[in-house]
């Protein structure tokens, strides 16, 4: 890593269960992610994917607006702070949420580059670029997950992984 912190290797495989479940967070994050509606213009303009478009990620946005805090808020203060968990599951629900947190710090700050508007060609390339690579990364975090082993992506690794070590301020919660 580049600020020097490593990620410790784990001393033996987690159980199964642990693996699978491990999984759950990121498919989770691909669900409530923007990134079928960012390579929705793209695949739109070739017939071969036009059945494909239904079944990219963007179901969540059914369900009500408060739903993504909700399922943060009891992610981090069930799963992430309780100890009971492995470190390796308390990882990996960590990992999907600040994933996802990061695709959207991409789409705020790229909303300021005028050059990269949604409807345009540049920035229709540009968003599918940025949706093949976030999907990408999180099918790489669930090969990991079912390996058994800490996903390496540069910055928000290290993060989930000092999440789920730590406590909230100092504060020892309940659960």
Known sequence: MWSGFRIPANAEKPEWWWRTLSCMPYLIALQMSAAGYY????????KLFENVIFYIPGAVNRLPTWFPILYCYLAIMVMVKNKDFPVIFRFHVMMGMLLEIALQIVWVASNFMPLLHFKGTLGMYYWAGVALAYIVMIIHSIR???????SNVPVISESAFLHSLLNIGGIQWPF
């Open 39 to 46: 390579l929705e213009p793209l695949l739109d303009k070739f």
């Open 144 to 150: 990991c997950a079912l390996l058994g082993t800490f």
